[in-house]
């Protein structure tokens, strides 16, 4: 299988549930990034990683953490979520963050997350 | 490979300036173009083209698409030091392995006073 793809597609937790938001890069990328996507607010980045390394953090919650153990896999551990999180969250992925050349960023599906 | 590449990486003006933004793109079942304003964290929708040559207005702002030579411009007339940002192209495509939404790196705009 090729390019993005992020598990599950769905998730309905609670407030007090732990779960984790899945991605994963079939494309020899080495940047990785999280993304937010509300109902009424357009497409927010949370996260960066590049070459495994946590480049940027936009003031995201600590109930937000993620995590990246190699440049093909990032994950999104969620904790003590509030209703106003629910969101559909993205990942993406490029070949460097920081690379100057005009750099294409590729979307997983998301995962549609509903907090109760 | 899907492609989107947008020029110039940055850009710095005066106000009351004119610019033109530009995205090309390579992608296989374009679905459609959309134009972003990063300010900050937060991405801003701007516009969405699916058809060539219908130009869309809004304010000061107006882009147009190019189906037959795969790009899109983005122009800012008579800039204002608020219209400073980083302007995204991204591409919408049908299925596709490698995700529905493909973004270029951006156009970072500076105005000055």
């Known amino acids: 299988e090729t390019g993005v793809t992020q598990t599950p597609r769905h998730l309905v937790m609670g407030m007090t549930n732990k779960k984790s938001l899945k991605c994963e890069q079939h494309?020899?990328?080495?940047?990785m990034y999280w993304y937010k996507q509300s109902a009424k607010k357009p497409l927010e980045l949370m996260f960066v990683?590049?070459?495994?390394?946590?480049?940027e953090n936009n003031s995201v919650p600590s109930r937000f953490s993620p995590e990246c153990p190699n440049s093909s896999h990032l994950f999104l551990h969620l904790h003590t979520l509030q209703p106003e999180d629910s969101a559909l969250y993205l990942c993406?992925?490029?070949?460097?963050?920081?690379?100057?050349?005009?750099?294409?960023?590729?979307f997983g599906p998301g995962t549609r997350l509903l907090v109760l | 490979e899907d492609k989107v590449v947008q020029s110039p990486l940055s850009l710095v003006v005066h106000e009351g300036d004119t610019v033109t933004l530009n995205c090309s793109y390579e992608?296989?079942?374009?679905?459609?173009l959309l134009w972003y304003k990063q300010e900050k964290k937060a991405p801003t929708f701007l516009f969405m083209l699916?058809?060539?040559?219908i130009e869309k207005k809004s304010g000061r702002l107006s882009s147009i698409l190019d189906k037959k030579e795969l790009f899109s411009i983005l122009n800012i007339t008579a800039t204002q030091t608020g219209d400073s940002a980083i302007y995204l192209c991204?591409?919408?495509?049908?299925?596709?392995?490698?995700?529905?939404?493909?973004f270029g790196k951006g156009t970072k705009l500076s105005v000055k006073p």
């Open positions: 991204a591409l919408k495509v049908y299925g596709g392995s490698q995700g529905n939404l493909i």
């Open positions: 990683y590049n070459f495994k390394e946590q480049t």
């Open positions: 993406a992925s490029s070949h460097d963050a920081t690379s100057g050349v005009g750099e294409t960023q590729y």
């Open positions: 992608v296989t079942n374009f679905r459609s």
């Open positions: 494309l020899g990328h080495n940047a």
């Open positions: 699916t058809s060539s040559g």
